[in-house]
């Protein structure tokens, strides 16, 4: 790695570490800038995250920095963990003192003994993240690096400080993070690391939900995340943390006749629409739109292989999947579901026809989201038959075309019916039920077949036509 010394302290010459040094000095602390903001500086990945250590008093030397910062500045302290936390302007800067830890065999908690900065350094997770600058004035911006982590960040390597069945046994949740580190920066994961991830990946089980699925949405959103799942799947830890997903896997043949991978078919929708968007949640519709496909296959000596209605049973199946793996049960979840059940419809609509009608049904089923559906659908053609693929996105760009046009006119994205159920019951003096309801679905199917204009006036005529036929009468004609 060609970074000069006068680089390291040029970038380091900055008021927050020049003020932390100076109170560093002040309490005679040895005091290091350490783990991630270190790996990020050297690949020019610029970060707020402060990661501090120091041999001793970890928190008074929070104490003093927050005192010298002044304004603008929170301090939070964590007795029991021995850590504290500042947050300034853009920066939190964790503050730690030393330490020697090991961790239960039932337990994430760990037992922490004070220790010298080596300690500190292998008993952190990845060689690439114990690097450490010296923040003190004589010794400022030195490197600290007992385990080559500048020359695993330019080999592109993920390892262990330690002997890694002890790294990870000390916090089983760094078997993702490798995962998601390989993941984001595109690197390997060390051979004796990986063969490890696969021995222990049981004791994953002890780790909570929530900060797994953290690590997992850093994976989905890393730019290509079939690496990620790829070696999720290789270690058997997804098999674990995610056994509907694994369900995908395998491709059967009968009288010759074969179905896709739809595990494999989906890592390429996830990296297809990760090119296009950054939105968590439509990146957890591209993972999940096949998911009920293994609960719902069928062979029919006629259709072959068919999958019939597996984009509704995987709407229902989400919630599920969402509480056990404590995502948010709220509208994150429901927008997934939507484009879950709608991922069929643009391609439906496709090989029909293109009628003003379909286009206005689709308008109206998805709303605000048509917009995510079709870069959905679009990420979701995977063939391998270029001509087939064009021919796809053709027939996409025509579909997009007339959504805008249709919209445009008829304006149903947020459709709210031009006469509403109180002025049926005006009308005709009725109070709610049955046949209200009757009208205003006329109404809106009216509408969407393009039988009427997406207007009040043409609206209100075709109701009392329709009321007619009904043997309702209105109380008075305008
Ligand atoms: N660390 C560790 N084991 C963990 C979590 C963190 O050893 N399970 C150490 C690593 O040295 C890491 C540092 O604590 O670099 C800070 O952790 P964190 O802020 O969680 O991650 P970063 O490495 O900073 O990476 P990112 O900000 O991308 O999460």
């Known amino acids: 790695m060609d970074i000069s010394q006068e680089e390291i302290q040029a970038h380091l010459d900055k008021h927050i570490f020049r003020l932390i040094s100076r109170a560093a000095d002040e309490m005679k602390l040895e005091c290091y800038l350490i783990g991630g903001y270190v790996r990020d500086f050297f690949l020019y990945r610029p970060s707020n995250d402060i990661d501090v250590v120091a041999i001793g008093k970890g928190i008074e030397l929070a104490e003093s920095v927050a005192g010298k910062l002044g304004r603008n500045t929170s301090l939070t302290v964590f007795k029991n963990f021995g850590t504290a936390q500042i947050k300034h302007k853009e920066y939190e800067i964790e503050f730690v003192g030393a330490r020697k ?37 004589g010794r400022f911006g030195e490197l600290l690096d007992p385990f080559n982590g500048l020359q695993d960040l330019e080999d592109l390597i993920i390892r262990t400080p330690l002997n890694p069945d002890i790294t990870f046994s000390d916090d089983p949740l760094r078997m993702m993070r490798a995962v998601r580190f390989a993941s984001q920066l595109g690197f390997d994961i060390y051979p004796d690391t990986f063969d490890a991830i696969k021995r222990n990946r049981e004791r994953i089980n002890i780790v909570s939900m929530e900060r797994v699925a953290d690590e997992l949405n850093k994976i989905i959103l890393s730019p290509k995340p079939s690496v990620g799942f790829i070696l999720l ?87 599920r999947i969402f509480q056990r793996m404590k995502l948010p049960q709220n509208e994150k979840m429901k927008f997934v579901q939507k484009i879950v059940s709608l991922h069929m419809r643009p391609m439906q609509l496709v090989e029909d026809e293109v009628t003003d009608s379909a286009v206005r049904r689709l308008l109206y089923d998805s709303g605000n989201d048509i917009d995510d559906l079709m870069t959905l659908c679009e990420a979701d053609i995977t063939s391998k038959n270029q001509e087939k693929v064009k021919r796809f996105m053709n027939n996409f760009r025509i579909v997009r075309r007339k959504l805008l046009e249709i919209e445009e006119k008829d304006r149903v994205r947020n459709f709210q019916p031009p006469v509403d159920g109180n002025e049926i019951m005006e009308v005709f003096g009725l109070s709610q039920g049955r046949e209200v309801g009757l009208l205003k679905a006329a109404i809106k199917e009216a509408i969407l077949d393009g039988i009427i204009p997406n207007e009040h006036d043409a609206a209100y005529l075709y109701m009392l036509e329709k009321a007619k036929e009904m043997n309702l009468k209105p109380l008075k004609i305008d």
């Not at 690439?128 to 004035?137: D, E, K, P, Q, V």
């Not at 009288?255 to 939105?279: E, M, P, R, S, W």
């Not at 719902?296 to 049973?313: A, S």
Request: with cysteine; glycine share 6%.
């Open 233 to 319: 799947e290789k270690t058997g830890l997804l098999d674990i943390i995610f056994p509907e997903f694994t369900a995908l896997k395998g491709a059967e043949t009968k009288d010759g006749v074969g179905h896709k991978d739809n595990f494999y078919h989906t890592l390429i929708v996830l990296d297809n629409i990760a090119k296009q968007t950054d939105d968590l949640w439509l990146r957890w519709a591209a993972i999940l739109h096949d998911i009920a496909k293994p609960v719902t296959k069928r062979w029919d000596p006629k259709l072959g292989w068919t999958f019939h209605n597996h984009n509704f049973i995987g709407e229902k199946m989400i919630p």
């Open 101 to 137: 830890e090991s961790y239960r065999n039932d337990s994430r908690k760990p037992i922490v003994e004070d220790g010298s900065m080596e300690d500190d350094q292998k008993r952190r997770d990845f060689t690439i993240n114990a690097m450490a600058f010296c923040l003190n004035g």
